[in-house]
């Protein structure tokens, strides 16, 4: 696991990888394990859960009007898959190196 690399910024310390921000008067910056770079469609997630739109509920109603699975995670991968190719942002998970656009 590698370390954020963190850089001053207003009221504390933001990691110029992952973006992780720690609020800190410390002149030394601190330490945390670095998440790497979030893809698009993580950041589609985090924006949609801040908002109230989470996978949790989305599966809920999913299953409300009786489908299956609500596509949430296939969306999610395919958005990374559009951000680390056409955008240059983001990183391979686990299990997501297979995950193809489709034209």
């Not at 696991?1 to 002149?27: H, I, K, L």
């Not at 859960?49 to 991968?77: L, N, P």
Request: aromatic share 4%; charged share 20%.
């Amino acid at each position: 696991m590698n370390a954020c690399t963190f850089a001053p910024a207003d009221d504390g310390y933001r990691c110029t990888v992952c973006g992780r921000f720690v609020r800190s008067t410390a002149a030394k910056p601190p330490t945390a394990v670095c998440r790497g770079p979030r893809g698009l469609g993580d950041l589609v997630a985090d924006g949609l859960a801040a908002v109230g739109i989470t996978k949790e509920r989305a599966q809920a109603v999913a299953s409300a009007v009786g489908v299956k699975d609500c596509g949430c995670q296939g969306r999610q991968a395919t958005l990374n898959a559009i951000g680390r190719e056409w955008l240059g942002i983001g990183r391979i998970e686990p299990g997501e190196a297979s995950a193809t656009i489709k034209g």
